[in-house]
């Protein structure tokens, strides 16, 4: 059974950073893309940034010099740092591998 267990975000003020954890089991994890989409209230979800097997990066252009993914495949686990957050990065934060998606991460950032 796959299962993705998210960790990290908060409530921060602006300017401020959060880490989030996405932990990985019951699947071949060190060859599979993992991805972080967020989805913000009344919004819908959207691509944030991925990361592939070979460690290869995307983000969305409005993250990008501020969120850095990375994983540790001994860990089985994807990280999303995230740095001058802003009031509009607030959202609900999901993890995904495959078809496969975590429960979701609360991250609030006041202005």
């Known amino acids: 059974q796959v299962h993705l267990m998210q960790s990290g975000g908060g409530l921060v003020q602006t300017g401020g950073s959060l880490r989030l954890s996405c932990e990985v089991s019951?699947?071949?994890?060190?060859?599979?893309?993992v991805a972080w989409y967020r989805q913000a209230p009344g919004k819908q979800r959207e691509f944030v940034a991925d990361?592939?097997?070979?460690?290869?990066?995307t983000y969305q252009d409005s993250v990008k010099g501020r969120f850095t993914i990375s994983r540790d495949n001994a860990k089985r686990t994807v990280y999303l740092q995230m740095n001058s957050l802003k009031p509009e990065d607030t959202a609900v934060y999901y993890c995904?591998?495959?078809?496969?998606w975590g429960h979701g991460t609360q991250v609030t950032v006041s202005s």
């Open positions: 990361i592939s097997g070979g460690g290869s990066t």
């Open positions: 995904q591998t495959v078809r496969y």
């Open positions: 019951g699947i071949i994890f060190s060859s599979k893309t």
